[in-house]
């Protein structure tokens, strides 16, 4: 299974872009990139993902590098609801159903 | 509102005790997934379900027994509570995968919080 190396805590400013990195260095060419977040006591929430091109919708956009080893999500506009634990996940194609492996991913806290 | 339903939010309990908890969605997704999230391990896949009438094992199945007789519905028992199974558990739902693989995102409940004394 691929594994996903993210720092542990960042902090960002109200109002800035948060700028998550992951690595991702031994993911396979039909391994897709996942972004998950889980705010306290809710739910993993899904945010985006992407196999190559790089994605955006209405939370976030998502950055891939060429070689496909690394990957940073952006949060364009950070707001105080943006802070969370954000994870970045290799999606395991059909490997029990495609399961999401979380690591320990990066806490995030948006401050005024 | 359409989405992804778990009952109960918080459960107390004794060991020995059988206890299901329940989880609804009304995507009709064909997959859905139990998870259970503890300190220090993230979340964990405890079993998995691609359709009605199949059902397959996670990482961390033992002690546990699910069933899924309609597409909607997945619940999870615990046959003989044991403390260690004291957690946060989540189920989540996919779309069928067609094509490639990986490329339906899975979407949670809120979780139920299971305490065994």
């Known amino acids: 299974d691929a594994k996903t190396t993210q720092p542990t805590s960042m902090d960002c400013a109200e109002g800035r872009a948060a700028n998550l990195p992951c690595n991702h260095s031994?993911?396979?060419?039909?391994?897709?990139v996942y972004w998950y977040r889980q705010i306290h006591s809710q739910g993993p929430q899904y945010i985006i993902h992407?196999?190559?091109n790089n994605e955006t919708n209405e939370m976030a956009s998502l950055i891939i590098t060429e070689d496909r080893k690394s990957s940073t999500l952006i949060l364009p506009h950070a707001t105080l609801r943006d802070t969370a634990v954000y994870y970045c996940?290799?999606?395991?194609?059909?490997?029990?159903?495609?399961?999401?492996?979380f690591g320990q991913g990066t806490e995030l806290s948006v401050k005024p | 509102d359409a989405g992804i339903t778990q009952s109960p939010r918080y459960k107390i309990t004794e060991t020995g005790r059988q206890v299901t908890l329940m989880c609804h969605q009304t995507?009709?997704?064909?997959?859905m997934f139990w998870y259970r999230q503890d300190l220090g391990h993230g979340l964990r896949l405890i079993y998995y379900?691609?359709?009605?009438?199949?059902?397959d094992k996670g990482e961390v199945p033992d002690g546990y027994v699910v069933s899924r007789s309609k597409t909607e519905n997945f619940p999870l028992t615990l046959e003989s509570a044991t403390r260690s199974q004291t957690s946060v558990y989540f189920c989540?739902?996919?779309?069928?995968?067609?094509?490639?693989?990986?490329?339906?995102?899975?979407?949670f409940g809120d979780g139920t919080r299971l305490s065994i004394l």
């Open positions: 379900s691609a359709a009605a009438d199949i059902t």
């Open positions: 995507w009709s997704h064909s997959y």
């Open positions: 989540a739902s996919s779309g069928q995968m067609e094509g490639q693989a990986g490329n339906q995102p899975q979407h």
């Open positions: 031994t993911i396979s060419g039909n391994e897709y």
């Open positions: 992407g196999l190559k």
């Open positions: 996940i290799v999606r395991v194609e059909g490997n029990q159903g495609g399961k999401l492996i």
